[in-house]
């Protein structure tokens, strides 16, 4: 393995920096930093945290991002991917926040490891159903959650966790709907919709919170009455006055059988958060023309999700929205992504006390607006015209995540896909029996004559095309168990055998001594350097003797004709 490389992007971007540079990603950071404070806001109340939290996270979270990571565009934060996860552990009376702070420092560290050891590429090759699959469920997820909020709906005790037992609640108290509640979340929904065709560059989701908050500020005593729910209503704790001043480092206390529940949760934000921020990675570098260092990217991603939660802050990641919103206001260096943590930082500092009027079914537009767009429903409907066994994997992943948890969601949606490729990979593989003669011409392992290649009496080839491995070796030696003819010599053609693995060699062990008792002699063909070195490594050349390794079908029937001959 190579040495790591630490090599933060933004170390070489300075390299080259200029004032033309630093005036496109202060503008672009002013406008991406002013786009990310509704949604750090949104996410953070969302997964049952403070708003205070959701921007300390942004502000901390993307700094160290852009500051460590490998891209040069992305805008690291808060995201809807995560809401299900954090809620679940802040929910919980035996982890609270000390169990979500150690979660995501594990995660840092799982992150940083990911990068250490160059596994950045790795991840990638997680079937795209599956993402798509846990994606779309983690988007109805969060659909479900704003319903309340949205609605205005009345519900006495705490609302079920699980999916149905919630809409079966919600369906219970619909008429305990608030009028004043729904107008204020459709107008929010409506303003967050339309803005982007008046102005793309305003974020429909800043306006709405305006709008609403400056009404609520000056109509509060009316609209209270009426029963709509504020940032500050919702807290219970009398006061709109939001904590604005960042909280000093705190490190969790957990027992060794708690870290021990946590390290699946840890597990499942570490692969979410590495697919997400390299996925956004991706398509960042489609934009604008760019290739990002993954195995870089992971690092910087796992020390901001090491340092965010020893400041109250709730687990980050590459955030697509927000990186594209870098891209297309012209940010070109991680200095963008920087100078929009700055800005958060100055809104934390200056104005937060006025977060307490922004009313709860407007924060619910917003995320119902962010729901609707991580669901990529056009996606979805695409993959369902695929392989029936990619969508089997795509419903799996999406019911399981929706009804159940990522947890269950990504492990099953894993297993079952490894199960489908294996038996892809079993049926591209095929045994064929070549009787009577060759035709040269058509062989890349013959020497080419103008003749056919006659196979000689009492001589059988077999031919393996594809990998030799578990899927397809038991599969072989079936088919030589049931052969009842005893020829006195069987050619087997390993040319297209791209790999051998384990269970490969036993089976070809077992077919040598089963033969031997036989009388029958094995001789391989067109055995390729990869696959011959793993079979000297494991003994089976000296089982078999090399001198009954050829390297094409010509040498193979010239030894086969030689050994016929010589039991004549």
């Given at each position: 393995m190579k040495a790591l490389s630490f090599k933060p992007r933004l170390f070489s971007e300075l390299k080259h920096y200029n004032k033309e540079k630093f005036a496109a990603d202060a503008m672009s950071g002013l406008i991406v930093g002013i786009v990310a404070l509704p949604l750090a806001i949104a996410f953070g109340i969302a997964s049952?945290?403070?708003?205070?939290?959701?921007?300390?996270?942004a502000i901390i979270g993307g700094f160290l991002v852009s500051l460590l990571g490998g891209s040069r565009v992305q805008i690291g934060g808060p995201t809807g991917a995560f809401i299900v996860i954090i809620s679940g552990i802040v929910t919980n009376p035996q982890l609270g926040m000390s169990g979500l702070i150690a979660a995501t420092i594990m995660a840092g560290i799982f992150l940083i490891l990911l990068g250490i050891f160059r596994l950045g590429?790795?991840?990638?090759?997680?079937?795209?159903?599956i993402v798509v699959g846990f994606t779309s469920g983690i988007a109805l997820t969060i659909f479900t959650t704003q319903?309340?909020?949205?609605?205005?709906?009345?519900?006495?005790?705490?609302v079920p966790g699980d999916f149905l037992s919630k809409w079966a609640v919600y369906v219970e108290n619909f008429a305990s709907m608030q009028w004043p509640t729904l107008v204020v979340g459709l107008v929010s929904l409506l303003i967050i919709i339309f803005t982007p065709r008046i102005n793309k560059k305003v974020p429909g989701s800043l306006v709405a919170i305006i709008v609403a908050t400056v009404a609520v500020y000056f109509l509060n005593p009316v609209l209270a009455e009426q029963g709509l729910s504020t940032i500050e209503t919702i807290s219970g704790d009398g006061t709109t006055q939001i904590n604005s001043s960042i909280p000093t480092p705190e490190f969790p206390t957990l027992t060794w059988e708690q870290i021990k529940n946590l390290l699946p949760t840890a597990l499942v934000i570490a692969v979410l958060g590495a697919i997400e921020s390299l996925l956004s990675a991706t398509v960042a570098d489609g934009v604008c023309g760019d290739h990002h260092n993954s195995n870089q990217e992971l690092i910087g991603q796992g020390v901001a999700n090491l340092c965010t939660p020893l400041f109250g802050g709730i687990p980050c990641t590459g955030a697509i929205a927000r990186t594209m919103t870098n891209i297309n206001n012209g940010g070109r260096t991680p200095v963008a992504g920087i100078i929009h943590a700055v800005v958060l930082l100055l809104i934390f500092l200056l104005l937060m006390p006025l977060a307490g009027y922004i009313p709860m079914s407007c924060l619910a537009a917003v995320?119902?607006?962010?729901?609707?767009?991580?669901?990529?429903?056009?996606t979805f409907v695409q993959l369902m015209k695929n392989p029936k066994s990619d969508i089997a994997v795509l419903l799996i992943t999406f019911f399981l995540t929706v009804i159940f948890d990522l947890t269950v969601a990504i492990?099953?949606?894993l297993l079952i896909a490894c199960l489908l490729f294996m038996r892809r990979m079993a049926e591209t593989t095929q045994i064929k029996v070549i009787a009577?003669?060759?035709?040269?011409?058509?062989e890349t392992d013959a020497e080419v004559h103008e003749e056919h290649l006659?196979?000689?009496?009492?001589?059988e080839v077999y031919e393996i095309n594809g990998p030799y491995f578990f899927g397809?070796?038991?599969k072989f030696e079936e088919l030589m168990a049931n052969l009842h003819n005893h020829p006195k010599v069987r050619i087997i053609r390993m040319r297209r055998v791209p790999f051998i693995d384990s269970t490969g060699i036993h089976n070809l062990q077992n077919l040598c001594e089963m033969s031997h008792r036989e009388g029958t002699h094995i001789v391989l063909s067109g055995v390729t350097p990869n696959v011959y070195a793993v079979l000297e490594h494991n003994g089976f050349t000296h089982l078999l003797g090399k001198d009954h390794i050829c390297p094409n079908i010509n040498v193979a029937l010239d030894r086969a004709a030689a050994i016929v001959k010589r039991k004549i």
């Open positions: 049952g945290v403070s708003p205070e939290q959701g921007i300390l996270t590429t790795i991840i990638k090759f997680i079937p795209y159903p319903i309340q909020q949205f609605f205005g709906l009345h519900i006495n005790g705490t995320l119902i607006m962010v729901s609707y767009n991580m669901s990529g429903w056009r492990e099953v949606g009577d003669e060759i035709d040269p011409n058509e006659i196979i000689p009496k009492g001589v397809i070796a038991n």
